[in-house]
């Protein structure tokens, strides 16, 4: 089946530092999305992308669609401890989604 | 906007006991509902779809009556977990979504444990 590949699993950074995530297919997905999730809590929507090359901020957080619609990268900049969590990528096709396994953010104070 | 409630947040329950958890539109038409299911630390699996006032449409491997799901109106799911067993404990969570192509939104999902 479709799968989204994210990795590392783990990040870890000093508060401050800026931190890119990439999400990659070998399938063409119409819409990437990147949700957060905290502990036993549902995802939160950071940001929806539904044009290839389409580049979106929100704050402090900017993805990018690739240009192939196989790829999707989030950065999160000047990282403060609440970004903690779980960052999953998302891509669409047909009104469903596909998910990432995740990647777990740890920021050191 | 786009505020999606699931409850209960968390039920313990014995084994055999039947378990109804409701996903709810607040502020917005949902007419798409989707119920996903995450073991820890893992990703979060899609149970089914459904529309309202139509069947849902359930992913491989997921038992239709094991895992019962009503979308009666435009801002209410339910999913009833028949018959529990222990190994149907997880998080399940719930999402929704408006027209075509807007992204979904999901609920705090709901914390089901067996015992």
Same mark, same amino acid.
């Given at each position: 089946?479709?799968? /989204?590949?994210? *990795?590392?699993?783990?990040?870890? #950074?000093?508060?401050?530092?800026? %931190?890119?995530?990439?999400?990659?297919? *070998?399938? #063409?997905?119409?819409? +990437? /999305? +990147?949700?957060?999730?905290?502990?036993?809590?549902?995802?939160?929507?950071? @940001?929806?992308?539904?044009?290839?090359?389409?580049?979106?901020?929100?704050?402090?957080?900017?993805?990018?669609?690739? @240009?192939?619609?196989?790829? *999707?990268?989030?950065? @999160?900049?000047?990282?403060?401890? *609440?970004? %903690?969590?779980?960052?999953?990528?998302?891509?669409?096709?047909?009104?469903?989604?596909?998910?990432?396994?995740? #990647?777990?953010?740890? %920021?050191?104070? | 906007?786009? &505020?999606?409630?699931?409850?209960?947040?968390?039920?313990?329950?014995?084994?055999?006991?039947? &378990?109804?958890?409701?996903?709810?539109?607040?502020?917005?038409?949902?007419?798409?509902?989707?119920?996903?299911?995450?073991?820890?630390?893992? !990703? =979060?699996?899609?149970? $089914?779809?459904?529309?309202?006032?139509?069947?849902?449409?359930?992913?491989?491997?997921?038992?239709?009556?094991?895992?019962?799901?009503?979308?009666? !109106? =435009?801002? =209410?799911?339910?999913?009833? &977990?028949?018959?529990?067993?222990?190994?149907?404990?997880?998080?399940?969570?719930?999402?929704?979504?408006?027209? $075509?192509?807007?992204?979904?939104?999901?609920?705090?999902?709901?914390?089901?444990?067996?015992?």
């Amino acid at each position: 089946g479709q799968q /989204l590949n994210q *990795s590392p699993q783990s990040m870890f #950074i000093q508060e401050g530092e800026d %931190v890119s995530m990439n999400c990659t297919s *070998s399938s #063409i997905f119409n819409t +990437w /999305l +990147w949700y957060k999730q905290d502990p036993g809590e549902g995802p939160v929507l950071l @940001i929806a992308l539904y044009k290839a090359g389409e580049l979106t901020s929100n704050g402090r957080l900017t993805a990018q669609f690739g @240009i192939t619609r196989k790829d *999707s990268f989030l950065n @999160i900049s000047a990282s403060i401890p *609440s970004d %903690v969590g779980i960052y999953f990528c998302a891509a669409g096709a047909n009104s469903k989604l596909t998910f990432g396994k995740g #990647i777990t953010l740890s %920021v050191r104070p | 906007g786009a &505020v999606v409630s699931q409850h209960p947040s968390w039920v313990i329950c014995k084994s055999g006991t039947s &378990v109804k958890i409701e996903c709810r539109s607040l502020d917005f038409q949902a007419t798409t509902m989707f119920w996903y299911r995450q073991f820890p630390k893992q !990703s =979060l699996m899609l149970m $089914a779809t459904s529309n309202e006032g139509s069947k849902a449409t359930y992913e491989q491997g997921v038992e239709k009556d094991k895992f019962l799901i009503n979308h009666a !109106s =435009l801002t =209410l799911s339910t999913l009833t &977990v028949t018959s529990a067993h222990p190994e149907d404990s997880s998080f399940y969570i719930c999402s929704a979504s408006g027209q $075509a192509n807007q992204p979904q939104h999901f609920g705090d999902g709901t914390r089901l444990s067996i015992l």
